[in-house]
Antibody
Framework: EVQLVETGGGLIQPGGSLRLSCAAS????????MSWVRQAPGKGLEWVSV???????YYADSVKGRFTISRDNSKNTLYLQMNSLRAEDTAVYYC???????????WGQGTLVTVSS | EIVMTQSPATLSVSPGERATLSCRAS??????LAWYQQKPGQAPRLLIY???TRATGIPARFSGSGSGTEFTLTISSLQSEDFAVYYC??????????FGQGTKLEIK
């Protein structure tokens, strides 16, 4: 059974850093395309970043230069390092599997990041 | 960036009736479109990909159609568990994936 479990969210001050983790089971992260998608409170879905099976990474313009996506193959875990956080980064962050980099077929339950002083 | 526009923002339908949700792309996305359902406090769930292919385990009352810039999600006979927010997503312009703003399907 495919499962994705995000951890690492919390309350952080503007300008701070946070690292989110997404532990996967039932499939191999490194053999798949994996993305982070976020949802601000009461708002819609926004794609944040993707890492391809080959290792290439891409980012939404809103986070480029501040966020870094990575994975640990030995732990079968996806990460999102978030630096220089802003109030507008406040959202639930979901990790999702993305077959061939297309649609999102499995999602985690999400982890809430709140950026506030 | 391809902008996805969903209509209406809110749709009120009675159980047992048909619901039709629309999604329009600012430029052609071919058939590279997916639909998701999201209930309060839950992650989105994939319903449809390739504009018309149901995902694993999705009931036959959900159907998708369209290509290019105009797409439709139809729920043929609404069940109580279908009342939720629905999002469309294009993946033609990868890796810049974009979602519509959502349609809230509520009980009339």
């Amino acid at each position: 059974e495919v499962q994705l479990v995000e951890t690492g969210g919390g309350l952080i001050q503007p300008g701070g850093s946070l690292r989110l983790s997404c532990a996967a089971s039932g499939f191999t992260v490194s053999s798949n395309y994996m993305s982070w998608v976020r949802q601000a409170p009461g708002k819609g879905l926004e794609w944040v970043s993707v890492i391809y099976s080959g290792g290439s990474t891409y980012y939404a313009d809103s986070v480029k230069g501040r966020f870094t996506i990575s994975r640990d193959n030995s732990k079968n875990t996806l990460y999102l390092q978030m630096n220089s956080l802003r109030a507008e980064d406040t959202a639930v962050y979901y990790c999702a599997r993305q077959p061939r980099g297309l649609y999102f077929d499995y999602w985690g339950q999400g982890t809430l990041v709140t950026v506030s002083s | 960036e391809i902008v996805m526009t969903q209509s209406p923002a809110t749709l009120s339908v009675s159980p047992g009736e048909r619901a039709t949700l629309s999604c329009r792309a600012s430029q052609s996305v071919s058939s590279n479109l997916a639909w998701y359902q999201q209930k309060p406090g839950q992650a989105p769930r994939l319903l449809i990909y390739g504009a018309s292919t149901r995902a694993t385990g999705i009931p036959a009352r959900f159907s998708g159609s369209g290509s290019g810039t105009e797409f439709t999600l139809t729920i043929s006979s609404l069940q109580s568990e279908d009342f939720a927010v629905y999002y469309c997503q294009q993946y033609n312009n990868w890796p810049q994936y974009t979602f519509g703003q959502g349609t809230k399907l509520e009980i009339k």
